[in-house]
């Protein structure tokens, strides 16, 4: 298996890593476009191409320690890989490990919104993402990708930030002010200051690939028109660790296409940038 940045084996040994990146190639229940259980070997490819120094930072945060855990591959069931995925993540939070999960479809969170908020106490799931999905059951199951932010306000308050596509069921489960839509970004009707008020001390984030424009990131298995752009998303990330404890991070539904590869590098350098941020404050 690739080691995440493809860095120096002194620095990937999981005794002494600062951060554990966990591949969860999970596709059990996306509606449209397969292929984002290919998601995770794609990002590990891709981020061997990342340059290790962050000019933004001028940090070299690969030097803090990145282990690149084995997969979690039980997958009978969208509850089953929660169940899974929760265990795992138990498991590294309890060594005190930074944890960053690629999927993956969206339902593979779950598992680690449970985890995480038995860990940190005052925590807020921040999430960026084109879907609001707050369905509350959807094809027969409450472990649906549609369902990962219904589940998630069972353990914690959300921020939902770059939605533009949803189903009139979710509406009664919005939460008006925690909602930040792309459009709203766009227009600078809404400032990162805003969003960031929203936020508890602690923010977990969660982010699925396709809350970018499809024009920064067209493999998704929902792409959807009128997305958040590099530095929008880089920006609010940004904003959020001057001020708030980023304590994990996923990243879902990439659907890599053989002929297109941007959009696995710009995933891969997503989470360095977002470890540059988190480990450079330091």
């Not at 990962?148 to 308050?157: D, L, N, V």
Request: hydrophobic letters at 35%; one cysteine or more.
């Amino acid at each position: 298996m690739i080691n995440y940045g493809g860095i120096p084996e002194e620095y990937t040994q999981l005794q002494n890593a600062v951060i554990v990146v966990l591949p969860v190639p999970y596709d059990g229940t996306s509606t449209w476009i397969k292929g984002s259980d290919k998601g995770p070997d794609a990002i590990l490819d891709a981020s061997c191409n990342v340059e290790l120094y962050d000019i933004d930072t001028d940090s070299e945060v690969y030097t803090t320690g990145i282990h690149t855990a084995s997969p979690v591959t039980v997958s009978s069931s969208p509850e089953k890989m929660a169940e899974s995925v929760y265990n795992k993540a138990k498991e590294y939070l309890g060594q005190d490990k930074f944890l960053v999960t690629i999927g993956g479809e969206h339902s593979i969170s779950i598992g680690l919104f449970k985890a995480f908020s038995e860990k940190f106490s005052k925590l807020t799931i921040l999430q960026i993402d084109a879907h609001s999905d707050l369905r509350q059951e959807y094809e027969g199951s409450k472990f649906n990708h549609a369902c990962a932010m219904a589940r998630a306000r069972e353990f914690c308050p959300i921020v939902q930030v770059g939605i533009r596509s949803m189903d009139v069921s979710e509406k009664p489960y919005l939460d008006p002010n925690k909602v930040f839509s792309a459009e709203k970004i766009h227009k600078k009707q809404v400032s990162t200051t805003d969003i960031i008020d929203q936020l508890s001390e602690n923010v977990y984030l969660t982010i699925d690939l396709d809350g970018f424009d499809p024009s920064v990131i067209p493999s998704t298995g929902t792409p959807e028109p009128g997305g958040l752009s590099w530095y929008e998303v880089t920006d609010l990330i940004a904003g959020v660790n001057e001020v708030r404890n980023i304590v994990g991070f996923d990243v879902v539904e990439l659907c890599p296409n053989i002929n297109e590869k941007s959009s696995d590098f710009i995933a891969a350098k997503l989470i360095y940038k977002i470890l540059s941020y988190k480990f450079s404050k330091k």
